[in-house]
């Protein structure tokens, strides 16, 4: 069965800080991983990973695929109180059109 | 684009009522999918439908839940009879099978469900 496990769960820190976070997957026939950014209603899109090695970037917001450790980070620089949100990673594999989602790490922002 | 549309926002009903949510895809999108979102189980996939064919229906939880698309702009989500434990908020997304980010769906501001 498809597995996505994010970490941290919960991340609390002060504004303008930067963070990473985790996201590690099992899945046959990957395919690509995505980032979404929840606020208090739906996901919204940040990032689509389908080949190692090459850093995708928005901003203050990055984020890199690793193939070989089925692993992708989410970097945010010079963190701001509207970052705060719950960041999904979800993973689609070869021969099935699902998404499988992360749980999620929940990610706060003090002023 | 409006981008994904889903109605209600909000329903509050009580326990063996019917339910029925609604969802306007992207214009042009062929693939819909149906998610449920709990604090317990995150996010979880129901059912999707390909050309308003449905293809996986392996997430919906039991035979109280229906789901249909009768054409490429509109499927509705079904529930009868509703029971407290559905209680979540359900996201319709869509997406595309042509372009350079094909595997991105995207999201309905989704229906908070509520039953009594």
């Known amino acids: 069965e498809d597995k996505v496990v994010q970490s941290p769960l919960s991340l609390v820190v002060h504004e303008g800080d930067t963070v990473t976070l985790n996201c590690s997957y099992e899945?046959?026939?990957?395919?690509?991983l995505l980032w979404y950014k929840q606020e208090k209603k739906a996901p919204t899109f940040l990032f689509m990973l389908?080949?190692?090695?090459i850093e995708k970037k928005s901003g203050r917001l990055s984020s890199i695929l690793d193939k070989k450790e089925l692993s992708s980070i989410l970097n945010i620089t010079a963190t701001q109180t509207g970052d705060s949100a719950i960041y999904l990673c979800?993973?689609?594999?070869?021969?099935?059109?699902?998404?499988?989602f992360g749980t999620g790490t929940r990610l706060t922002i003090i002023p | 684009d409006a981008g994904v549309i889903q109605s209600p926002r909000h329903e509050v009903t009580e326990m063996g009522q019917e339910v029925t949510l609604r969802c306007k895809p992207i214009?042009?999108?062929?693939?819909l999918f149906w998610y449920r979102q709990t604090m317990m189980r995150g996010l979880e996939l129901l059912i999707y439908?390909?050309?308003?064919?449905?293809?996986?229906d392996s997430g919906m939880p039991e035979d109280r839940f229906s789901a249909k698309m009768p054409n490429a702009s509109f499927s509705t989500l079904k529930i009868q009879p509703s029971e407290p434990r559905d209680s979540a908020v359900y996201f319709c997304?869509?997406?595309?099978?042509?372009?350079?980010?094909?595997?991105?769906?995207?999201f309905g501001p989704g229906t908070r469900l509520t039953v009594l």
């Open positions: 997304a869509s997406r595309t099978e042509r372009g350079r980010l094909t595997d991105t769906q995207y």
């Open positions: 899945v046959t026939n990957f395919r690509s």
């Open positions: 389908t080949s190692s090695g």
């Open positions: 979800a993973v689609n594999h070869f021969g099935n059109e699902k998404l499988t």
């Open positions: 214009s042009g999108h062929d693939y």
């Open positions: 439908f390909n050309n308003n064919v449905p293809i996986d």
